[in-house]
T-cell receptor, first 114, second 113 residues
Framework: GAVVSQHPSWVICKSGTSVKIECRSL??????MFWYRQFPKQSLMLMAT?????????EQGVEKDKFLINHASLTLSTLTVTSAHPEDSSFYIC??????????FGSGTQLSVL | GENVEQHPSTLSVQEGDSAVIKCTYS??????FPWYKQELGKRPQLIID?????GEKKDQRIAVTLNKTAKHFSLHITETQPEDSAVYFC????????????FGQGTELSVKP
């Protein structure tokens, strides 16, 4: 089956620093990747849609300068949380698709900002 | 835009009983409806999906039904087992959106032995 790798699985950082999260499709070329944020016991909130070689499309209310997305190749997308603050602490998860229908999820990244 | 409502938010059943989770969607153009199971701290796993040209789909103990007219779809789990305990999410998407899914709020299913 399709495998999506996400790293790191958890990260602790100081307030004001930036954190980069990687999402890789290991055995397929992903036409599109998505980034979500999930609070404890809540649903997945779509942050942005990422297509290779083009600018990401952000959902309403998501600050594009805060959450930088780069989709450098058909197998790699990165999310950088810039100048992180405690309120950015959350579970971030990516997903990828080649079919434009079935999504395969990464294992998620738990971010804690001190 | 699309809005997906999911009920109930929590569901507790005895082992061996059936569990039903219901979702409604707002956009009649939505045509793909997957269900995901997420265990604590882990990634969502696709357990079953249905397309709008089908009314029902079954895979062993899991089934999904779709009523396009009413714009609702349901997940049915029969003969529940403790390992079915998890959070279940429904979602909806439409063609030409590149796979963009809108998720329901989730249902925390607890199966008591």
């Amino acid at each position: 089956g399709a495998v999506v790798s996400q790293h790191p699985s958890w990260v602790i950082c100081k307030s004001g620093t930036s954190v980069k999260i990687e999402c890789r499709s290991l055995d397929f070329q992903a036409t599109t990747m998505f980034w979500y944020r999930q609070f404890p016991k809540q649903s997945l909130m779509l942050m942005a849609t990422s297509n290779e070689g083009s600018k990401a499309t952000y959902e309403q209310g998501v600050e594009k300068d805060k959450f930088l997305i780069n989709h450098a190749s058909l197998t790699l997308s990165t999310l950088t949380v810039t100048s992180a603050h405690p309120e950015d602490s959350s579970f971030y998860i990516c997903s990828a698709t080649w079919s434009g229908e079935k999504l395969f999820f990464g294992s998620g990244t738990q971010l804690s900002v001190l | 835009g699309e809005n997906v409502e999911q009920h109930p938010s929590t569901l507790s059943v005895q082992e061996g009983d059936s569990a039903v989770i219901k979702c409604t969607y707002s956009d009649s153009a939505s045509n793909y409806f997957p269900w995901y199971k997420q265990e604590l701290g882990k990634r969502p796993q696709l357990i079953i999906d249905i397309r709008s040209n089908v009314g029902e789909k079954k895979d062993q103990r899991i089934a999904v039904t779709l009523n396009k007219t009413a714009k609702h779809f349901s997940l049915h789990i029969t003969e529940t087992q403790p390992e079915d305990s998890a959070v279940y999410f429904c979602a909806a998407s439409k063609a030409n959106q590149g796979g963009k899914l809108i998720f329901g709020q989730g249902t925390e299913l607890s199966v008591k032995p």
